[in-house]
C-alpha cells in the first residue's frame, strides 16, 4: 500500500460532461502529480502542485483543471469530455519538490462512452 | 524539455535468465534516476533509485547502474521470476533548478516466461 488514495477507482460518464477525480496524497508528502495513461500508452504527465502552488505543468488540454487544497488532497476536473479521454488517471505525491520518490495511488479508471 | 527513452519496448526472458533494460535522457542536469514497476491493474511502484554521485546500486536481485557521461542508466534483474512480469518505468529528474516535468519512459513490458 503506498499511502495514496485516489477515488473514485471507475468512472463511466458521456461526452460532454465534467468529472472531478480526487486524491490524497501520503501522509507527510507536499507534492502532488497527475498522470494520464491510455491504453498501451505510457505515462502522461499532466501537472504538478507544491504545498498548494502549482509548480510544473505537462501537456495538459484546457478543459482539463487541479487544484491542491490546504489539507494537501487534489482534485482533477475533466470538463467537455471526449471519447479520446477515456484512460487510467494517476495521481502520485512525494515528500519534495523534486528529486525525491514518487508513490503512486492505484487510478482511476475513466471511460467516456 | 526532458526527452526519455526506454529500450527495449518488450522483453520475454526465460525464468532464471538476466534482463536489462536501458534508459537515455538528454537533460544533463538530471541528477536523480529511479526505476519503477507497474503490474496490472495497479499505479507503478518504485522498486530502485541511484543518485548521480553513485555509479551503481544493488538491492537484492536487481540493480541500477549509471553512466552520466553518456546520459544513460539501466536496470538489471538476474534470476528472473514470473512475478517479475510487469511494465518498467524510469523517470530521470533534477534535484534543483529549471522546470521539473518529471518525464517518464516509454516504458519496458517484460515477460518471464517458465
Known amino acids: 500500500d503506498s499511502g495514496v488514495t485516489q477515488t473514485p477507482k471507475h468512472l463511466i460518464t458521456a461526452t460532454g460532461q465534467r468529472v472531478t477525480l480526487r486524491c490524497s496524497p501520503r501522509?507527510?508528502?507536499?507534492?502532488v502529480y497527475w498522470y494520464q495513461q491510455s491504453l498501451d500508452q505510457g505515462l502522461q504527465f499532466l501537472i504538478q502542485?507544491?504545498?498548494?502552488?502549482?509548480?510544473a505543468k505537462g501537456n495538459i488540454l484546457e478543459r482539463f483543471s487541479a487544484q491542491q487544497f490546504p489539507d494537501l488532497h487534489s482534485e482533477l476536473n475533466l470538463s467537455s469530455l471526449e471519447l479520446g479521454d477515456s484512460a487510467l488517471y494517476f495521481c502520485?505525491?512525494?515528500?519534495?519538490?523534486?528529486?525525491?520518490?514518487?508513490?503512486f495511488g492505484n487510478g482511476t479508471r475513466l471511460t467516456v462512452t | 524539455g526532458e526527452n526519455v527513452e526506454q529500450h527495449p519496448s518488450t522483453l520475454s526472458v526465460q525464468e532464471g535468465d538476466s534482463a536489462v533494460i536501458k534508459c537515455t535522457y538528454s537533460?544533463?542536469?538530471?541528477?536523480?534516476f529511479p526505476w519503477y514497476k507497474q503490474e496490472l491493474g495497479k499505479g507503478p511502484q518504485l522498486i530502485i533509485d541511484?543518485?548521480?554521485?553513485?555509479g551503481e546500486k544493488k538491492d537484492q536481485r536487481i540493480a541500477v547502474t549509471l553512466n552520466k557521461t553518456a546520459k544513460h542508466f539501466s536496470l538489471h534483474i538476474t534470476e528472473t521470476q514470473p512475478e517479475d512480469s510487469a511494465v518498467y518505468f524510469c523517470?530521470?529528474?533534477?534535484?534543483?533548478?529549471?522546470?521539473?516535468?518529471?518525464?517518464f519512459g516509454t516504458g519496458t513490458q517484460l515477460k518471464v516466461e517458465l
Open positions: 502520485a505525491s512525494s515528500v519534495a519538490y523534486r528529486g525525491s520518490p514518487l508513490h
Open positions: 501522509s507527510g508528502d507536499l507534492s
Open positions: 502542485y507544491y504545498n498548494g502552488e502549482e509548480r
Open positions: 537533460d544533463s542536469a538530471s541528477n536523480y
Open positions: 541511484i543518485r548521480s554521485n553513485v
Open positions: 523517470a530521470p529528474s533534477r534535484g534543483e533548478g529549471g522546470g521539473n516535468k518529471l518525464t
